[in-house]
Structures are given as structure tokens and as C-alpha cells.
């Protein structure tokens, strides 16, 4: 097996500038941690503002340099590279991120077909770039068309809960644009955007074009954020940053894109494939430790069946296998660190106090070898108020919140009666329902009869507070690229 080489814990993984393996300016370093065992995994450079704005500069050279020749089909060529170099590597990725981040290494390896397919997808969409022609009622004989540019200069931030596909998420679209990036991974998971970046090198993609600078999120990602030559911040992360991204990127104006949290919904009706729905729901939340930004955190089942259910989605989780993510029979593994740990256990707690019954779960796991590292049960809580913070508030883990609705428009009010909208699920074998649930509800994503699919093709982002922009698609690419408009007159 193609395992990284991570014993080395005194080798410092640098950062990734102009091409370049570098120390940061002043020096600093940080270690990143197997959330398992509480071991140190790797110790990382870690950037701030200087070394920001030396990537920055090397990003804006780039878009000026070489980078701006490649034609669309070279762009392409360097992006299906890129793919086969990832696809060949697949297996360190699989353990990079299982090991920064505790994802099970089942989920981490079920990714390859989605994470390559991503990187294709963005490979084919460079040849797809067009402006339009456009009709005028100009006086003269005018032509007048659009052309599409790359928007510059892209700050990329990105969260630890899914290291590798939210790095592709964001190289991709700059690669097929032709943008260039300096990218800023979370702390407590930077392994897989630093490994990325090496293989971009490798895959032919110019120094300068992916910069990858670790460091802290106030420190360098705030630097990044209010850089005056980043033309556009790509953020994924919670609403707290994200307010704060916007406040920074007044300066000069910078397009922003903001992928934020979530409570979403899963709506289960009594008409529903039960067997189907029990399963659904339940890894809707409790997939990646409920780590996913649009996890279905408050489950709504239908009160003719909502003792029964819930009942059943307990059972679930308390069948399910808590361990270390190395393991190949592991389906929950644990939380990404003692900071995110201690945040779900006071939810708990909060929960309990609002009037909250605890019916699968509620604790840390405390004896053996998982008492090392940052494992929670899988939790279900009964008889939940809309209003109460456990169904207001993200919780971003392994905790579902059960609510009993009575008719479609109640599951409605309740599903679209938080601050968020960035995923949610319908179960019901009534197609019409379906639909009218699904245009109902305020969110980026209606899963029906299954949840969390993702697809490289399929647009994903937020309504309301979850933010805007979406990533994967042909709108994805999109957000990176501005309209240019030619007006011409003859003669
Ligand atoms: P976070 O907001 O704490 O951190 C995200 C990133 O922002 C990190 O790289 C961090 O270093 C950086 N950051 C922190 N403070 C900053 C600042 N002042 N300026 C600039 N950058 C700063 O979020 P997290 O805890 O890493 O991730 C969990 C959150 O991300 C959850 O809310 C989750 O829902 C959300 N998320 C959303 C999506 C989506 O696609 N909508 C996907 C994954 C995660």
C-alpha cells in the first residue's frame, strides 16, 4: 500500500510558493495532528501576512506570465494530467486525509470516482469557455460580442472536513480558467492541499499558478482575505468567517464566493420506503462524524411515524462501528479535533437542558484506545422544539435532532425556519409531494428519496445564510471568469 511518509514528524512539510518549497519569512511552523490518537502527525510552515504577499505577487506574475498563453486545449491537457497524477496517488490521498482528518478510510477511498471526476470534469470545461454575439439596436453597423476572461488572482480558504474534494473544488476552476491561486488550508488538515499542489507542479502546471500557504486563519487567511491584489476570495467555511471575509474584502471590492454552514432539513414522510429512509437518514448526519456542511441535522418525520422511526434511526446508530479510520471496518470515525469535540459535547449538553431526550448516544467514547483520540457516539435526540438552539445552531457533529411534523406545509415552515439553506431531503413515495416539497423548500440542494449525492456536474451551494456561489457545474466555472463586452463600430 501507498502509504505517505509520515514518520518523519521533525521533516517540515513547507509551503508552496512560485513553484518553490519554502520556509516561511519568520520561520514559524505548526504541528498537524491524527485526531485517532492525538499524536502529532506531520509539523507544517506556517505563513502570515509576508508570506501571503509573496504568494500573491507570484500569483500575479503568473496570471501575467506564461500562464495567459496557455491556450484552452493546454489548459486541458495539464488538467487530465493532473487527474491521472491524483488517480495514480489515490491511495496516499485516501490515508493523507483519514490520517489529518479521521474520515474512514471506506469513505476516503469511495471517493476516487468523484474526486478524478471532478478534476475531468473542470479539465473539459476549458474547451467549453465562450462569449456570446449579440444582437444591437446600436446606431451604425455595430458588432458587438462578450468575451470571457479569467477573473485574476484567487484567495482560496478552505475548511478540514473534506480536505481532498474541497482543494479540487477550488484548483479546478481556476485551472480551466486560467486564474491563478494562492490557496490557504485549515489548520487542522493541511496535508492533502500541500500534496496537491506538489502534483500540480509535477503535472506540468507553472510556478506561481497554485501557491499553497498554511498557516492560521486569522493570521493568513485574514491577510489573504484583504489582500489589495486578490481579485476574488473563494471561502469555505463557517458564517462566523464568512462575515468576517466580507468585512475584508471591502478594500478593493473582491468577487467573493461564500460556501457557509448549514441545519438542513431531511424530511421523512410516512408514505416513505421506510427501509430506504432509515439508512438514508441516518448517514445523511452521521457520515464523516456529521463533518458535512450540509449533513442532514434535523431529521422531520411525519408524527403518525415518528416514535417508530426514530426509534429505528437509533437503532441505526447505535449499531453502527465508532473506531480509528484506518481501519476498513470503521463507519464513524472520530471528530477532527479536542477543540471540535469539546463544541459538540456542549451542544449536548445544551440540548439536554432545552428539554431534549437523548435516545442513541450523548457521550464521548472515554475507555481503550479511542479514550486517546476524539470519538463521540452517534446521537439521536427526541422530541425537539423548531425553536430550540440544537435545531437552530450547526452543530457539525455526529448529533441528529428528530422533529415530529404533522402536514407537508408544517414540514415546510419547520424545514425552512433556520438561518440556513444549503442541503435537504425528502423522503416519499408520492412523486407530486415530491416536487412540491422540493420547490418549497429554501435550499441549494433537494435530495429526494436519497441524500448527500454529489456530482461533479450537479451545482452545490447555499440560499440564505448558507451563502452564495455555487461549486461544481458549468455555474462553477462561471464564477471565475468575467464578462467583457466589445462594442464595435464600422467605418
Ligand atoms: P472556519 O470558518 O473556522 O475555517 C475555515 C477556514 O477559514 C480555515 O482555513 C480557517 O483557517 C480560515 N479562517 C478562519 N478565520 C479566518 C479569518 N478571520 N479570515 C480568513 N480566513 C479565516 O470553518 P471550519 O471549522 O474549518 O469548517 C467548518 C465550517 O465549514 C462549518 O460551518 C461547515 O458547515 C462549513 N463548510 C461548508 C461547506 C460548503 O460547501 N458550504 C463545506 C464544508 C464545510
Redesign the pocket.
Known sequence: MNRPNLEQTDVVRKLIIDGKFVMPVAGQTFGTYNPATGELLATVAQGDAEDIDIAVKAARRAFEGPWSKFTPFQRQEVLLKFADFVDRNFEEFSMLDTLDMGMPISLTRGRRQRAIGMIRFYASMCTAITGRTLPNSLPGDVFAYTLKEPVGVVGA??????PLT?TIWKIGPVLATGCTMVL?????APLTALRLGELALEAGVPPGVINVVPG???VA??A??AHMDVDKVA????????R??IE?SKGNIKRLML????KSPDIVFADADLDRAVPGAAMGIFGNSG????AGSRLLVQRSIYDAFVERVADFAKGLKVGNGVETETQIGPVVSSRQMKRVQSYLGIGVDEGAEVVAGGSRIVEGQLGKGYFLEPTVMKNVVPTMRVAQE?I?GPVVTAIPFDEPEDALRIANGTAYG?GSGVWTRDVAKAHVVARGIRSGTVWVNCYGLLDPVIP???YKM??YGR?SGHDHVEEYLATKSIVLQNG
Open positions: 480558504i478552505t475548511p478540514w472536513n473534506a474541497s490557504k488550508p485549515a489548520e487542522d492560521l486563519g486569522t487567511g485574514a489573504l482575505a471561502f469555505t467555511g463557517s458564517d462566523a468567517t464568512g468576517q471575509i475584508a460556501e457557509l454552514g448549514g463533518q458535512i456542511c450540509s450547526e457539525f444549503l452545490f451551494g447555499g448558507s451563502g461549486e
